[in-house]
Each structure stands twice: as C-alpha cells, then as structure tokens.
C-alpha cells in the first residue's frame, strides 16, 4: 500500500530522531494496526496512572499527566518501536520515598519536587545519552536488580493493604509497614475490606479464569489475553457505580474525589537550590533502575521481530520522557514490561501507537474526569497489588544458589536491605553489590595450567584432560583480560607453581582469553619477567591478540621480555620441549 508519508528524512537525520526512520514508509495499514494497539493500551492505561500516582503520593490526575507528553517525547526520540512508557510500579514506589523525605503529601511543594525530581532524571539520562555510556547499565548485576524488583514488589503491595482496609498507615520499609498497620487495625471499614478485597480477587481470576471463560466461548488464545488485559477497567466502572449507588462515601470508603479535568499547563517548575541538592541522589538512583527495567523490555522485544535498539539512544528517549514529564506537571517515568508487552501483542508496529495512545488520556483527562469522582481508592489500591505480584520472583533465589553462590549473596543482601531499609538504600546497595561483585570476579580469574592434547594441536586444563607436559614448561592459560584488580592474583599463582618445580626452566603465559592489559598488569608482567629472569627462567608469551601486541610494543616491554613471542600455544610448546626431550613426548599428566 502506497505510504502515508512519501518524502523520507536524511539518512543522518535518523541517527537523532529515530522517528525519521519509520514515519517515511509509514502506510494506512500500519496506521491501523497502531490505532488498535492504541486503544488497548490506553484502556489499560487510564486506571493504571492513576493507580500510580496514588502509589507516588500524588493526585491521581498527576498520573494521567505523565501518560501524555512523555509518550510523545519517547515516539520522537527512542530506538524501540513497540516500547510504552509512563507510570510503573518500582519508580513511583522510589519517587515517593525520595518525595517524603523532602515534602509533605498532599502540599505543592511536594508536587513541585515530583516534577523537579522527574526533571533531573530526564538531565542525568540526556546526559549519559549524549555521552554515549549506555553501557554503564552492564555494570549492574542482573540477579541484583532482579532481587530489587522483587523486595520492592512486596514493599509496593504491603503499602497498598491500608487502602485495601481503610486504615491510616506509613512507613518506608516492611518493619515500619507492617507495624503501622497493625496498629490500625482496629479502624477496619469492612465497606472498604470487602469492596478492596473483591476487585483482588476479580483481577486475580480475571488472570486464569476468564481466560478460560473466554475460550470456552470460542474467542481466539490471543483476542482472550487482550481482552483479560481491560480487566482493570471492568472494575474501575463496576466500583465507581457501587460507590455511587450505594453512597459508600457517607459509609467511611475513601474516594479518590474531585479530579481536576483538562490538559496540564507546561512550564519550568520554581525550585531552590537546596531541594535541587536533595534530589538530585534520588534522581539518579531512579534514572539508572528505570533505564535498566526499560532497556531489558526493549530488548525482549525487540529480538521477537529482529529489531535493533540503541542504548544510548534509549538514554536520550528516555530522558526526553521525563523532561517532558516533569515540564507538565508529571513526575519520574519508564518503559513499562505490562503495559509494553501488551501494546506489542497488540499488534503495535511503531511509535505511532504512543501518540495515539497520549491522545486518548488527553482526551480522558478532558472529559472522563468528572466520572472518577466515585473512584475507590480500594479500587486503586488492589489494581496496584495485582500488578505488582507478577514482580515478585523469589525462583531467582534457588537459580542463584545453584549456579552462583556469590550472585546468590548479592541478591538476598539486596532483597533484606530493601525490605529493611527501604526503597533508597536497598538501590544503593544493589548498585554496591553489582560492583562488589564484578571486582570480586575479575580479581580472581580462572588461571590454568594446560597441556598439549594427545594427537592434536590444542591445550586444555590439566585438571580436566589427559595432556601431555614437560617438568621444566610451565604453560599458564588466564581466562580473562589483565587488569589492575587481578594482575597481583596472576603474580602469585606463577610464583606458587615456581616454587613447587624446582626443574622450571621456561614459563609460557598463553594469552588467548587476554582481550586487554592495563598499566597495573603491564607492572606486574615486568616484574614477573624480573623475577623469573633472576631465578633463570624465559618467560614467554604466546597467541597474543593484536591490539594487546600493539600496546605491549608500545610500552617497550617486548624489548625486556627474557623469552619469546610465539604465534601459537602449539609452536611455543613444541619449540621449548625440543630443548628437553629431543623432540620425544614428555610426561602424560593424567585426569584429575
């Protein structure tokens, strides 16, 4: 079908503005297929921000402002076609401790510090973004964040059971939590409990149940999942013509009231340079979890149609969203993994189905508000646990343990600090853990002693193979880069296996597995050719890679080395034994 738009952009142009890419080609089918995707997402999508906003401390229009102006920002500037972001569970959970440490709930200031705070976190992700260090996120250890995401979902739905019961509660983590509720439960409105309890449990079945129910009626596996997707939806209106006919706020049910209807007004919020101060760790903490929840998301999808995403890109298009969100009146926004899988099932072919998708909140905004007076907040609350149950992943915990203790260490003292703690410290730990742990790893490489394969060319781990061995050649295999945190580790295994063949003559460091070696190595490499040198052995290097040779050459090491550089493992092998054996084979090290 002949494309909508005709005159595509300079190719460069795409490079900053990925939508220049797509919107050339675009075509009255695809236009389609965004517009139903669109439609669903913004039906999930309404209850959704609201129920975020309630999460963060905020008024729930805040919520529907932050699902509009963001989403176009990111159609504009991120990599991911099917990628939808807005309010999510873990970043209002962390706004609102950064917010409650600097503002009291329900004042304008603490309206005005979600949007600074919004704000800085769209400069710190431009910033990475225009910096190009995207990669920063590897940094952060998986199973970490995944323990984050767990201990918060349980923080997250443990703060919702005082809307669920209608009692007056705080606190920042699970001791504080759960003692503040304790205390009131006494004040239960049963009203509230029964009313909470059973959109819980309709939202629950909705899940298993009615999708089933649907089947039975013949509704195709896909049409079905979509249509349990809207189950939010579905309780919002049956609550709110409850709560109305039934008059249940003379009944002690609290409502989320008067929602003010019409756009957001955009502008530069007033701030003081104290609150700036304030946020700006929090900021941060947010920006480097949101970017990390978003970019695991983009890329799940991505690969599903054989799509690309950049991640420095996603910096920038996140950080626009959140520019964009915190110029109208919203607060801290990310890709969402429901909300995103949904618009992709949903037949989602590009960014367009964000536009559309803000256009209908905007339009929701303008006109549906006068409806959500009704709205429990028992409703809300139990649409929040719900969703959050699905954030819970206490397997990662038994995966762990089985593969590695040492991630399985990292994720439950980030699991019990966030429990205890709560939400900012537990981030800071996390981010501690992953860095911990990544130097612990590179600190203590796998170091093997190999020898020559009978019948072939190849060297293998002593330990494991049966090999073939000289007493007076060592030949050392280092499965990891030289670095400042693991060159002394390298010193002290070599001078180990010196001090137990007293027949050493040659020492052989196969580099295969060394894709770089900084100056703290190149130290310890000289002083390791010194060493062996004085005792009388050659050190030798083999199947060393070409960018490490170029920055050896330049270092003038080569020219100090005792012994030689050979192009294989075999060919140093082979040539050194000759000294020894008269070119017959030496010692047959057996399996271990």
Known sequence: MKALFNNGPAHWLGRFLPAAIW????????????????????????????????LAGLPAEVGLYASIAPLVAYALFGSSRTLSVGPVAVASLMSAAA?????????????????????????????????????????????????????????????????????????????????????????????????????????????????????????????????????????????????GGLDLEGRGVQLVGEIPGGLPSFGLPNFSL???????????????????????VGKTLAAKRRQKIDMNQELIGLGAANMASGLSGGFPVTGGFSRSVVNFDAGAETQMASVM???????????????????????????????????????????????????FFAVMITIVVTLLFGVE???????????????????????AEVGLVEGTEHFRNIQRHQVHTVPQILSVRVDESLMFSNAAFLEERI?????????????????SAINEIDWSALEALESINDQLQTAGIC??????????????????????????????????????????????????????
């Open 357 to 407: 998708t803000a256009i209908g909140i905007a339009l929701a905004a303008m006109f549906l508000t006068p409806y959500l007076y009704y709205l429990p907040k028992a409703t809300l609350a139990a649409t929040i646990i719900v969703a959050v149950l699905s954030l819970v992943d206490f397997s990662i915990l038994q995966k762990t343990w089985r593969y590695s203790p040492s991630d």
């Open 425 to 447: 410290i537990g981030v800071s730990c996390g981010v501690v853990a992953s860095i911990v742990l990544f130097l612990y790893r590179t600190s203590k490489p796998h170091i």
């Open 99 to 243: 917010l409650g440490q600097v503002a009291a709930q329900n004042t304008a200031d603490y309206l005005l510090a979600a949007m600074l705070l919004a704000l800085l976190s769209g400069l710190f992700l431009l910033l990475l973004g225009v910096l190009r260090l995207g990669f920063l996120a590897n940094f952060l250890s998986h199973p970490v964040i995944s323990g984050f995401i767990t201990a918060s979902g349980i923080l997250i739905a443990v703060s919702q059971l005082k809307h669920l019961m209608g009692v007056a509660a705080s606190g920042d983590n699970l001791p504080e939590l759960l003692h503040s509720i304790l205390a009131g439960m006494g004040e239960i409105n049963l009203y509230t409990l029964v009313l909470g309890t059973a959109v819980v449990g309709f939202l629950i079945w909705s899940r298993g149940g009615a999708v089933a129910l649907l089947r039975r009626l013949s509704v195709s596996e896909n049409t079905a999942s979509l249509l349990v997707k809207a189950a939010p939806v579905v309780g919002v209106i049956a609550t709110i013509v409850l709560a």
């Open 274 to 296: 104290t609150l700036l101060q304030q946020l700006m760790v929090p900021a941060i903490m947010i920006s480097i979890i949101g970017y990390v929840e978003s970019i695991s």
């Open 495 to 511: 001078y180990s296996d010196i001090a137990a063949t007293p027949e050493l003559k040659h020492v052989i460091l196969m580099c």
């Open 23 to 54: 919107l050339p080609g675009y075509s009255l089918s695809t236009l389609q297929k965004d517009l139903l995707a669109a439609v669903i997402v913004t039906i999930m999508l309404i209850p959704q921000s609201l129920a975020y906003a309630l």
């Open 539 to 592: 050190f030798h290097l083999s199947e060393v890679k070409g960018p490490v040779m170029d920055a050896l050459a330049k270092s003038g090491f080569l020219d100090q080395l005792s012994g030689k550089i050979f192009f294989t493992q075999y060919e140093a092998f082979t040539t050194l034994r000759e000294n020894f054996t008269g070119g017959e084979d030496g010692n047959v090290q057996e399996n271990r």
